[in-house]
């Protein structure tokens, strides 16, 4: 089943998502968000971008899958550098942000083991754009380089 993504002028992306409940099972979501993230090339979607305010990001970025419930940043590395980023929600928009370049993410997975995991470079990027979805954000409102940074169709 594919998800509808929610754009930028849809309220539920300004939304703090809720936690889910531990235990909850949110399989058949979390498989429905990963075809529709890879229908649409992306490289991570969380569930307030197909309308469902909880705290779940999935990532698959260079072949590995991410599921990361009730997610949080728990260390950073040191440096932080510009990427070009783009969003499912924001279609044919590309913006500079500026990321950690590694970071410590826990949470649970859809089977509700613990994780831990230490992300950098790109795989870092995705789960960081991911977790700001989850409080509210948009790539947009973030450090932006300037206006020359978007490129639009």
């Given at each position: 089943?594919?998800?509808?993504?929610?754009?930028?002028?849809?309220?539920?992306?300004?939304?703090?998502?809720?936690?889910?409940?531990?235990?909850?099972?949110?399989?058949?979501?979390?498989e429905a968000m990963f075809r529709t993230m890879l229908e649409h090339r992306g490289l991570g979607l969380a569930a307030p971008q197909v309308g469902v305010s909880e705290r779940i990001l999935i990532a698959q970025v260079k072949g590995v899958r991410i599921v990361l419930i009730n997610p949080q940043i728990v260390a950073t590395g040191r440096h932080r550098a510009w990427n070009r980023e783009g969003c499912l929600s924001i279609p044919g928009k590309f913006v500079g942000v500026r990321r950690y370049d590694r970071v410590v993410v826990t949470g649970w997975d859809e089977h509700w083991a613990a994780v831990k995991l230490e992300a950098r470079h790109l795989?870092?990027?995705?789960?960081?754009h991911e977790l700001d979805h989850l409080d509210g954000k948009l790539m947009t409102d973030g450090e932006v380089t300037d206006a020359r940074s978007a490129i639009y169709p």
């Amino acid at each position: 089943m594919l998800l509808k993504i929610r754009t930028d002028e849809d309220p539920i992306l300004r939304e703090v998502a809720k936690p889910v409940e531990q235990g909850a099972d949110r399989r058949v979501l979390i498989e429905a968000m990963f075809r529709t993230m890879l229908e649409h090339r992306g490289l991570g979607l969380a569930a307030p971008q197909v309308g469902v305010s909880e705290r779940i990001l999935i990532a698959q970025v260079k072949g590995v899958r991410i599921v990361l419930i009730n997610p949080q940043i728990v260390a950073t590395g040191r440096h932080r550098a510009w990427n070009r980023e783009g969003c499912l929600s924001i279609p044919g928009k590309f913006v500079g942000v500026r990321r950690y370049d590694r970071v410590v993410v826990t949470g649970w997975d859809e089977h509700w083991a613990a994780v831990k995991l230490e992300a950098r470079h790109l795989t870092a990027t995705v789960i960081q754009h991911e977790l700001d979805h989850l409080d509210g954000k948009l790539m947009t409102d973030g450090e932006v380089t300037d206006a020359r940074s978007a490129i639009y169709p």
